[in-house]
């Protein structure tokens, strides 16, 4: 409605309605005056502002300081007076009504961005505590609520359940604590998660008896709050199916009013209304998607977990002697990022890992040695240059050498005395033993340094020499037909400068980076984990061009690989040990992994991290995977 009626003493019951005289000066927008021409002329400046002037008289050539919303002649009878006021007074209360619809529609605007922005924010969160959070109080933001709380639906044994998972007031402290209330008319949020209906209670104090729904008061009780007005909205996708329950307390006149007492309540208390109806069920939409969103997303993590969780169990599986490498890596690595992140080293300056990348990392971690599936186990177990079997024969073949060269001793013997005509003499089986024992003592000398050949070390000159000789040594077979004494495979095997593994071997075992890239590639990893199978590809790189496979340089490693090769190369080194190795001590591991360092391997600065920070001294925790 407008303000009021006003008019000048000169033209004082013209109208025939009520009037409030007043002098020129200060009055409220919005306000009806008549006056005459000569009085508003000499209105001090500022005139008011927002008023409807109704003029009587004859301006003449002059100009009136405003435009008047009426001049009306000077002698203008009383109706006529009065159809100008009633037709002011009527413009005045449509512009205050216009005034209060375009407040309206710019608060409704607002909001509107305001919730395509929350909705933004609640579709990136993907941490479900730090969702509810916000979920909860961007809704008490909207519409100045002083408390709120949240539940979320949950099915326990076949029976649903609404779980408390969050309060929040302005006014009182809560003291949190886990309960579940049923989906049922008990409650307020049981009966909203029950019928999906929404429900605002202008004041709890004054419920109908008869309503299909209860308010509980033992929060108040225990707290000393005063609950008044209430808003309980369901949580639901799109589907209809319901996810949870919102629910907002006390709506505030004023943000800053706390309700710390009855009269407060009452004072700054008003109900919720229906635009904030609105607004809250369109939020809670939002809230359910997201809920549902951040649900799934913490599937599918779960289920790449037990995925990854899995093939470490199959690659372990295939080498039981490397049980618990691949998580160790992963935590070496893991602790490295971090360390790099919070004191980081010149060249990366700015090197920051979120969440995701953190996982990325984690995961290609794990998986860097998945393809080992694809090398053959006597391959990728062979403890010795020969394989078990090839020993037995090489050894069987010693033995049935031994046993010809003792025929042919005695073949001669017994040929020369034939010749003679002479029986055998205690002097000529002697002479026949002491020959045996000695030819026995070199073949017993010559197995020993093909054992000696057969073990995965660095291979000493005198054994390859001896190698050498024995690539022509042959004995009689059955039927007298010259056999190797080992065969040139065989010869090939024991020549292996260092290691277990001839060159076709090491081959096969490196090809397991390849094999590890194509099945990580098979995969079908969400964008932003995009980068493992890359990541997990070049764990063997060297910065000097040496590594496998690709025989990548400096920048084109990139730092998440770099972390990844001091990591596994260490415990590589220091892991339990194996078939084909002996475990090294740490000092001893540090050792090689620095001279890696300074023949331009390994990336100088993180190793460094690696060193300062003792990466290497903080093995994963028990509960880890083993």
């Known amino acids: 409605m407008a303000q009021g009626f006003y008019v000048t003493p000169e033209v004082a019951g013209r109208s025939g309605l009520s009037e409030t005289v007043i002098r020129p000066g200060p009055v409220a927008g919005g306000s009806v005056i008549l006056t005459s021409v000569d009085t508003l002329k000499t209105w001090a400046a500022p005139l008011p502002s927002g ?25 203008a009878p009383a109706s006529t007076v009065q159809r100008a006021v009633l037709a002011a007074l009527e413009t005045a209360s449509l512009r205050l009504k216009l005034q209060d619809l375009q407040s309206e529609v710019h608060l409704a605007q607002e909001r509107q961005l305001e919730l395509a922005r929350i909705g933004i924010a609640l579709v990136a969160e993907r941490d479900l505590e730090r969702l509810l959070e916000r979920i909860l109080s961007s809704a008490r ?11 979320l639906l949950e099915e326990r ?32 949020a049981g009966y909203v998660a029950a019928s999906g209906e929404c429900v605002s209670v202008e004041d709890v104090r004054y419920l109908a008896k008869d309503a299909p729904y209860h308010f509980n008061p033992s929060f108040d009780e225990a707290s000393g709050y005063h609950t008044r007005s209430l808003l309980t909205v369901p949580m639901a996708t799109r589907t209809g199916e319901i996810v949870g329950v919102l629910q907002l307390i006390n709506r505030k006149r004023q943000r800053q009013a706390k309700i710390t007492s009855s009269a407060e309540a009452d004072r700054w208390v008003v109900p919720f209304s229906q635009a904030d109806v609105a607004v809250i069920r369109a939020m809670a939409a939002q809230a359910a998607v997201a809920i549902e969103n951040s649900r799934l997303v913490a599937e599918i993590e779960r289920l790449f977990e037990s995925f990854v969780r899995a093939s470490v169990m199959a690659i372990e599986q295939r080498d039981p002697s490397t049980r618990g490498h691949s998580v160790r890596v992963a935590h070496y690595t893991l602790g490295l990022a971090r360390a790099v992140e919070q004191n980081p080293p010149e060249p990366y300056q700015g090197l920051r890992f979120s969440r995701d990348d953190l996982l ?22 062979k403890p010795k240059k020969l394989y078990p079997e090839r020993l037995q024969l090489i050894l069987e073949r010693f033995r049935h050498a031994r046993r010809a060269q003792e025929v042919m001793l005695l073949r001669k013997l017994l040929q020369r005395l034939v010749a003679m005509g002479l029986p055998p003499t205690a002097e000529d089986l002697k002479a026949l033993e002491a020959a045996v024992s000695q030819m026995r003592a070199e073949f017993d000398e010559k197995l020993a340094k093909v054992l000696e050949a057969n073990e995965p ?4 000159e005198s054994t390859a020499g001896l190698l050498q000789k024995l690539s022509g040594a042959q004995f009689l077979g059955e039927n007298g037909e010259p056999l190797p004494l080992l065969t ?60 496998y496979p690709r025989r990548l340089r400096g920048e084109q490693i990139p730092p998440e690989v770099r972390m990844m090769t001091i990591c596994d190369m260490y415990d590589a080194l220091t892991a339990a040990d194996r078939p084909y190795k002996k475990a090294v001590n740490p000092e001893r591991a540090l050792g090689i992994l620095e001279e890696e360092v300074r023949q331009g391997g390994l990336d100088r600065d993180l190793f460094r991290v690696f060193l300062e920070a003792k990466i290497y001294a903080s093995p994963p925790p028990q509960d880890a995977w083993s």
């Open 51 to 75: 008023v409807l002037w109704l003029v009587l008289g004859d301006p003449g050539d002059g100009e009136l300081p405003v435009d008047p919303f009426m001049v009306l002649p000077p002698h």
């Open 141 to 151: 933001e909207l519409v100045c609520a002083d408390a709120g709380s949240l539940y």
């Open 457 to 460: 070390t660095v291979l000493a």
């Open 157 to 188: 044994d076949g029976d649903k359940l609404l779980h408390f998972m969050l309060a929040q007031n302005d006014s009182v402290p809560v003291a949190f604590s886990a309960w579940s209330v049923p989906v049922d008319e008990s409650s307020m």
């Open 360 to 381: 990325q990392l984690r995961y290609a971690a794990l998986l860097h040695d998945f393809g080992k599936v694809g090398v053959r186990e006597a391959v990728l177990t």
């Open 488 to 547: 040139p495979e065989e010869l090939r095997w024991l020549s292996v400068p260092k290691g277990s593994l001839d060159e076709e071997e090491r081959r096969e075992v490196e090809s397991h980076v390849v094999h590890s890239y194509q099945f990580l590639l098979t995969i079908p990893w969400p964008r932003r984990l995009a980068r493992v199978p890359e990541i997990a590809y070049g764990h063997h790189e060297k910065l000097d061009g040496r590594g």
